[in-house]
């Protein structure tokens, strides 16, 4: 129970550290209140440019990574020898994941109004099946320079992860990261809903 409650407090509240708000504030703009008012790497980028959305990017993709780093320590670091997360480190390390997930979509320390979680969801993905999220850092590499794309090559990247998980983890892990991207899923489909009202 002890790494359940480290994992589930400590990822939601690394989750509610609103990144691109602090960033965007240093410039004088509330990322919710422009562009597509997402706070996250992307409208950052389109609104302040790419030196700014740098700290934005590593802080959310690291929220992801430290909250399930530390639910992985707090549960006795079982891993398989690729560094996959296995045995009693399992449900900690995605409960953490998805904590962290939900805490940067409905972060406490900005007024629940948060961004997509993609970016948190790869940190934590790194930790959960590191040669998986390589794996995928290559797709997406290679799709964004055939397409001339970084956005078509992060889709691809994205989706390929629970494929790529399939050759070095069990069905149930792969089930479970499905679960995390469903909540990338919710957050767009709010965000669309918000869109069309007048």
């Not at 290679?142 to 070095?168: D, Y």
């Amino acid at each position: 129970m002890v790494p359940l409650l480290v994992a589930l407090i400590g990822g939601y509240l690394l989750g509610s550290v609103p990144v691109a708000v602090l960033v965007g504030r240093a410039h004088g703009v509330d990322p919710r209140e422009v562009g597509d008012r997402n706070p996250g790497f992307w409208n950052v980028k389109e609104r302040l440019g790419r030196r700014a959305a740098v700290p934005v990017f590593a802080g959310d993709a690291l929220k992801g990574t430290f909250a399930a780093l530390a639910a992985l320590v707090a549960s006795g670091v079982h891993t398989t020898g690729l560094g996959v997360v296995a045995g009693a480190s399992v449900v900690p390390v995605y409960a953490a994941t998805a904590a962290a997930m939900i805490g940067h979509a409905w972060p406490v320390f900005a007024g629940f109004r948060g961004g997509r979680s993609i970016l948190t969801f790869a940190g934590g993905i790194a930790v959960i099946c590191p040669p998986a999220f390589l794996l995928a850092l290559g797709v997406l590499a290679v799709t964004a320079l055939a397409a001339r794309s970084f956005a078509v090559g992060a889709r691809a990247g994205v989706f390929g992860v629970p494929v790529l998980q399939l050759f070095f983890a069990p069905i149930g892990h792969v089930a479970a990261t499905g679960a995390l991207m469903c909540l990338i899923g919710l957050r767009f489909g709010q965000a669309a809903r918000a869109a069309r009202r007048p």
